[in-house]
């Protein structure tokens, strides 16, 4: 049991989490925000104020913080005797907030991989190149790290596990599928941090395929689907970090992640990769300057949480999996349906903020019930999803599936009854 | 009767008028290169060298300087005895570069209209922002200064006095098309500076339609010519320096720049647009950093002068005239080509660095031998046009006519004796 939780970030998805917290503030104790900029953090704060998000009285304590610094990070851990880290600041954090965790004892929540900034793309696993060289210290220091616990990766990595123990006895293939069919009205915008948004698409594309790790370009391979809601959509084979821990912890041949994107995204990506201008090193201007291509791009794009005001449609992201059981083949798409102004309305951030922010605190909601509090490092897929997915339906990002039968909602309460 | 030449500046065109210079430096005399990085100039000097281009013995010397510097600009002038400076610098030292010839006594020619790094396109006519500001302060120190004297504008606005003069008694308009139908091979480049080519384009379009000034974007308006060696090819009304001097010094009602462009530059250059990255104001990164970020597209664009050696096809630049003569509708297409690899081939360049470098050692040449040195400040098409244009004939640019009577060679040699 644990409880008090500093969320780290005050980017869309922390700004969801903040209100998802606040909305379970009866079990999560205390809430504390940190980042870089202390006004980002306030402004959550009086968001989360003015909807009225609080369960119970209580009110969101915000903090400057640079998470790079480990020892400022341990102090702020134990000024707020918080018991729980949700980290959702950038990618390049990841080592360091986890280490303060190791050290106070905190459970630590991700919901993406650590990235060095100077390197795009490493060699395949990616939590073997960072976060599971700390697995020992973990387990000796019995600290919960739950790594990947956003939608993708982590909803989708429950959803995986739950086909695997439930609709199948032998699985051939999941696909992910991630698709956006929202708009936002703008030239070009991301839908998270274009920094890290662009990093996922300028290396090269690992997928696992006949229990091998292969390589391909981005943009070489696209499928086309019929999706439930959304319709007929195109999505482009891409790395993403679920395929890691995936293919270690699920014995499962062929493994893929697949993004959506319009022609319009495409082209735009395409130009600004071929000049150079998404590249992570340095350039130097005639003036002497050195310039991060990627950080000036970041910063002429809009702020990924302006959207969310204008942004309609909705989002449909699952798992296709296939494979047999019983001796029957079989099909079985679990997804969740998303809709940006649902989201907008009540957490004012736009979908892909909400889909991505919303697991963390299921999941932290389920460390301080004792639930998923292993003191250990795991996946998503290493925990019974069964609770994960019902407190899931009950906040916001209801699973359904379809298969033989048609589509329809997934009801867990009985199974997660048992935890 | 002047010489000695100071060319300032040390990119693709200052290369050209460098090998150009040393071609006649029995009239020109001592040839002197100055700019921000003396490597280039040394490259530049080097280049000379291998090509064995002087006509006589002589060397190039090379400086560094800042010509936004006035007094170290002046003293430069002095000490190599300069009494022709040829500005191929940045759009942004013309006025630097003119107060110090005016200081000095030294003629002063550019190619290019001066431009404030913090603003694009001005009021027109461009011209009388800057430039003609200082027209009085030239006539009194009796400095010649020869504005615009490159390709376009320049010898443009030659072929626009030489149709007033030799085959119109009245002329309706001048559409001035600017065609590069050559291949470079890379996925983009520019064919100037980036950060000058990208100024032209991402301002309001002013040309001179019923003798006022009217106002366009960018693209909006194109046309399509079946034109000399370069048939088909589609152009785009687009600002440029000539049309803010010719409206004022020919009495023609409509004068229009049309510049060839690819489908692929436009979708280049719109995504870039459209992102905020062509903008000559700084941006803030979410570090700190401020940065312009045309700037940056800059450094990672290919260096201009870099594409030389694999450049292939032809320029065809010229003025398509239509009025009439005695009584008679007529239309008239005063043009040269150009080819890329034959300018490489002779001076290292590429050929538009070539189309724009030659003009001004032209100029030079008529300034040292008194025929241009007019002690004044001018635009091109304020002097007698056809030793210009009998030289440009000799030294690599010969100038072409399409009328009724088919496409044929202009030879000026005897109109140029009268002078």
């Not at 004012?348 to 301080?368: D, E, K, M």
Request: glycine share 8%; with cysteine.
């Amino acid at each position: 049991m644990k409880k008090n939780v500093l969320i780290i970030g005050a980017g869309g998805v922390a700004q969801v989490a903040a209100h998802k917290c606040a909305q379970h503030n009866d079990i999560l104790g205390r809430i504390a925000l940190a980042s870089r900029t202390l006004s980002k953090c306030e402004a959550i704060a009086t968001s989360v104020k003015e909807k009225g998000s609080m369960k119970v009285e209580g009110d969101i304590q915000c903090y400057a913080l640079d998470a790079l610094d480990i020892e400022a990070t341990i102090a702020l851990i134990r000024e707020t005797q918080s018991q729980i880290v949700i980290n959702l600041g950038s990618a390049f954090v990841n080592m360091s907030v986890l280490s303060a965790c190791i050290a106070t004892g905190a459970a630590y929540l991700d919901t993406a991989i650590h990235e060095d900034p100077a390197k795009i793309c490493e060699t395949p696993p990616w939590y073997g190149n960072y976060e599971w060289k700390r697995q020992a210290a973990c387990a000796e220091a019995k600290t919960t790290a739950i790594l990947g616990v956003g939608f993708d990766p982590g909803v989708v990595n429950a959803y995986a596990k739950l086909a695997a123990d439930e609709y199948f006895d032998q699985i051939d293939s999941i696909d992910i599928i991630d698709i956006n069919a929202g708009q936002h009205g703008r030239y070009f915008a991301t839908n998270f941090d274009p920094e890290i948004n662009f990093r996922e698409f300028t290396g090269r594309v690992w997928s696992w395929q006949n229990r091998q790790w292969v390589q391909n370009q981005m943009f070489e391979h696209k499928r086309t689907d019929d999706l439930p809601v959304v319709g007929t959509q195109t999505s482009y084979m891409t790395g993403h970090d679920e395929i890691h821990s995936l293919s270690k912890n699920l014995d499962v041949p062929n493994i893929r992640f697949w993004m959506g994107f319009g022609e319009h995204y495409i082209n735009v990506f395409t130009v600004l990769k071929n000049l150079g201008l998404l590249s992570e090193q340095p350039v130097v201007t005639a003036e002497g300057q050195e310039v991060v291509p990627l950080k000036v791009v970041k910063a002429v794009l809009p702020d990924p949480g302006s959207l969310a005001p204008d942004y309609t449609g909705k989002t449909c992201i699952g798992d296709l999996v296939k494979g047999s059981k019983d001796g029957q083949a079989r099909e079985v798409f679990i997804y969740n349906v998303a809709d940006h102004k649902d989201a907008y309305n009540e957490v004012g951030s736009q979908g892909i903020s909400y889909t991505a922010g919303v697991p963390p605190v299921a999941a932290a909601l389920l460390v301080a019930q004792g639930i998923w509090d292993v003191e250990k490092m795991v996946n998503v897929e290493e925990l019974p999803p069964q609770p994960f997915l019902h407190l899931l339906n009950q906040m916001g990002l209801p699973t359904c599936i379809r298969d033989e039968q048609g589509e329809r909602p997934l009801d867990f309460s009985a199974q997660a009854a048992h935890f």
